[in-house]
């Protein structure tokens, strides 16, 4: 974030919106359903899998580990794969995971975890990097995949440069490195994104390596491939490049004249950071021609890079409170320039939205403030650039994915979450009641006045008369036993009464 701590704040509700409409599946995509298997390395701008498929990062960042409480936010909540469960359901297919190097003291112990009611119970006992192996475990069984990001330097708050006083630059590598180690192996974690938003004094290409990011990323990133050179090398950029300034970590303009060159081909991945008005105003944002400018003000900062061919572009961070028409405008557009995967498949920018967090003061997240309930207007205007979800690890009987033999079934529940008469917003969770993994869903109901769908994400719909017919979209159709998977639609006129539903699964 472009600020020098991140605020734990409640979640602002969002204004209300109607969120843009999933786009159709195109055959792009769903040629690339099973693309995803094993470690990843670039070859242009693309980011590729073990067997030469095209993939798209298309997830979610959880932050905490980089926080005083040191483990992922909402264990006081929620157990940790149910969690990963939903995001998984609602079609993001990778966790960006910010860290300190606090977890790697031998005395840092996490808090704020509920095992109330048989909660986290396998978290019991465990430090914040054990934790994290729980985590990254789940997620591959799920079929997501991890990036590790270093945060900051300590629980305090973000750096500058890579160093402080307090942990050098050698004390940065070596705990990169421990973790290269600890996963090596464990395709889950596909990569490392080296430090979070370097900003002034930090520049790219000066040639002084206290200052020079660029120079200190290829130290770093040759130090991690030393140990797995499987691994992806994630790169932000800085602040400001040759007299220009943006976004701390957004500023990309120095890899035209010096791009970071590592030991071992095709692993650099490029990364930016972009923001709307409720993290801080812009000079782009008040433009006449606002939102137009938009894609060249991204063109010139990052675009260029995967225009150029030159290398993978990751927005490892956006969001917004969509409380400013502002924020709306600058979201709608933004997700139109990281190119629909229905028309463009993997052939696209990746990306993970900040945050799955309620508690980003300045942003808000994907869930609300009682850690369940999905922000589905939020949720909505990423539909368009979600992307098929990847091969789950492997496990033992039972694990996600797991076929077993068992009856399928699901239940559904239809909640209105917000009606303003003229039209209204709703969720409809699928549940898994039966004993096996389901592959596809299919939910009907039949309102009792005159309501249409005006649009619907996270799954496909027809409707005859009063009768509407919603089928799974195609990330989200695979729920495990006891799992669950949810969509929204925004409708009109008003909602009414929630009207029965029934569900059938496959």
Same mark, same amino acid.
């Given at each position: 974030?472009?600020?020098?701590?991140?605020?734990?704040?409640?979640?602002?509700?969002?204004?209300?919106?109607?969120?843009?409409?999933?786009?159709?599946?195109?055959?792009?995509?769903?040629?690339?359903?099973?693309?995803?298997?094993?470690?990843?390395?670039?070859?242009?701008?693309?980011?590729?899998?073990?067997?030469?498929?095209?993939?798209?990062?298309?997830?979610?960042?959880?932050?905490?580990?980089?926080?005083?409480?040191?483990?992922?936010?909402?264990?006081?909540?929620?157990?940790?794969?149910?969690?990963?469960?939903?995001?998984?359901?609602?079609?993001?297919?990778?966790?960006?995971?910010?860290?300190?190097?606090?977890?790697?003291?031998?005395?840092?112990?996490?808090?704020?975890?509920?095992?109330?009611?048989?909660?986290?119970?396998?978290?019991?006992?465990?430090?914040?990097?054990?934790?994290?192996?729980?985590?990254?475990?789940?997620?591959?069984?799920? +079929?997501?995949?991890?990036?590790?990001?270093?945060?900051?330097?300590?629980?305090?708050?973000?750096?500058?440069?890579?160093?402080?006083?307090?942990?050098?630059?050698?004390?940065?590598?070596?705990?990169?490195?421990?973790?290269?180690?600890?996963?090596? +192996?464990?395709?889950?974690?596909?990569?490392?994104?080296?430090?979070?938003?370097?900003?002034? %004094?930090?520049?790219?290409?000066?040639?002084?390596?206290?200052?020079?990011?660029?120079?200190?990323? /290829?130290?770093?990133?040759?130090?991690?491939?030393?140990?797995? %050179?499987?691994?992806?090398?994630?790169?932000?950029?800085?602040?400001?490049?040759?007299?220009?300034?943006?976004?701390?970590?957004?500023?990309?303009?120095?890899?035209?004249?010096?791009?970071?060159?590592?030991?071992?081909?095709?692993?650099?991945?490029?990364?930016?950071?972009?923001?709307?008005?409720?993290?801080?105003?812009?000079?782009?944002?008040?433009? %006449?021609?606002?939102? =137009?400018?938009?894609?060249?003000?991204?063109?010139?900062? $990052?675009?260029?890079?995967?225009?150029?061919?030159?290398?993978?572009?990751?927005?490892?961070?956006?969001?917004?409170?969509? /409380?400013?028409?502002?924020? /709306?405008?600058?979201?709608?557009?933004?997700?139109?320039?990281?190119?629909?995967?229905?028309?463009?498949?993997?052939?696209?920018?990746?990306?993970?939205? $900040?945050?799955?967090?309620?508690?980003?003061?300045?942003?808000?997240?994907?869930?609300?403030?009682?850690?369940?309930?999905?922000?589905?207007?939020?949720?909505?205007?990423?539909?368009?650039?979600?992307?098929?979800?990847?091969?789950?690890?492997?496990?033992?009987?039972?694990?996600?994915?797991?076929?077993?033999?068992?009856?399928?079934?699901?239940?559904?529940?239809?909640?209105?979450?917000?009606?303003?008469?003229?039209?209204?917003?709703?969720?409809?969770?699928?549940?898994?009641?039966?004993?096996?993994?389901?592959?596809?869903?299919?939910?009907?109901?039949?309102?009792?006045?005159?309501?249409?769908?005006?649009?619907?994400?996270?799954?496909?719909?027809?409707?005859?008369?009063?009768?509407?017919?919603?089928?799974?979209?195609?990330?989200?159709?695979?729920? =495990?036993?006891?799992?669950?998977?949810?969509?929204?639609?925004?409708?009109?006129?008003?909602?009414? +009464?929630?009207?029965?539903?029934?569900?059938?699964?496959?």
């Amino acid at each position: 974030m472009f600020r020098s701590l991140r605020r734990a704040l409640c979640a602002v509700a969002a204004a209300l919106l109607l969120p843009l409409g999933a786009q159709t599946a195109h055959s792009a995509q769903a040629a690339e359903a099973a693309a995803g298997a094993g470690y990843w390395h670039t070859s242009g701008r693309q980011i590729l899998d073990e067997a030469g498929q095209s993939v798209r990062i298309a997830g979610i960042n959880w932050f905490g580990f980089e926080t005083g409480n040191h483990v992922v936010h909402g264990l006081w909540s929620r157990d940790y794969k149910s969690m990963i469960d939903q995001m998984r359901s609602l079609g993001y297919n990778t966790i960006r995971i910010p860290f300190s190097d606090d977890i790697f003291k031998s005395g840092t112990v996490p808090d704020s975890i509920d095992f109330s009611s048989g909660k986290n119970a396998d978290l019991q006992g465990l430090n914040s990097l054990q934790i994290l192996d729980k985590i990254v475990a789940y997620a591959g069984q799920d +079929g997501l995949k991890v990036i590790l990001d270093r945060h900051r330097p300590d629980a305090g708050g973000q750096s500058a440069l890579w160093y402080t006083s307090a942990v050098p630059e050698s004390t940065w590598i070596a705990n990169l490195r421990a973790l290269a180690t600890r996963y090596l +192996g464990q395709d889950t974690v596909v990569g490392i994104d080296l430090h979070n938003e370097p900003h002034d %004094p930090a520049c790219w290409g000066c040639g002084d390596t206290t200052r020079d990011w660029r120079l200190a990323a /290829q130290r770093a990133g040759n130090a991690v491939l030393a140990v797995n %050179p499987e691994l992806l090398i994630f790169v932000e950029g800085v602040q400001t490049y040759n007299g220009v300034s943006g976004w701390w970590g957004g500023n990309l303009m120095g890899v035209a004249d010096h791009p970071v060159q590592l030991n071992v081909a095709n692993r650099v991945v490029y990364s930016a950071h972009d923001y709307a008005t409720s993290v801080a105003q812009q000079s782009w944002f008040s433009d %006449p021609g606002f939102p =137009a400018n938009m894609p060249g003000v991204w063109d010139k900062y $990052w675009g260029y890079i995967f225009k150029q061919n030159i290398a993978p572009v990751w927005v490892g961070e956006f969001g917004t409170t969509l /409380q400013s028409t502002v924020d /709306q405008r600058w979201l709608a557009a933004l997700v139109d320039y990281l190119r629909p995967t229905s028309t463009y498949g993997s052939d696209s920018f990746h990306w993970t939205f $900040w945050s799955w967090n309620p508690n980003s003061g300045d942003t808000g997240g994907i869930l609300k403030d009682d850690w369940q309930t999905v922000d589905t207007v939020k949720d909505g205007y990423l539909a368009s650039v979600k992307a098929p979800g990847f091969p789950a690890g492997g496990g033992g009987p039972g694990d996600p994915g797991d076929p077993g033999g068992g009856t399928a079934a699901c239940t559904a529940a239809y909640t209105v979450s917000s009606d303003w008469g003229g039209g209204f917003n709703a969720e409809v969770k699928v549940t898994n009641t039966g004993t096996t993994a389901i592959s596809s869903w299919k939910v009907t109901w039949t309102w009792s006045g005159s309501q249409r769908v005006t649009s619907m994400w996270n799954a496909s719909y027809t409707q005859s008369g009063s009768t509407v017919t919603a089928s799974n979209a195609s990330h989200n159709g695979s729920v =495990a036993a006891g799992g669950s998977a949810s969509f929204g639609f925004g409708g009109a006129p008003g909602g009414g +009464g929630a009207p029965s539903v029934s569900c059938t699964a496959a």
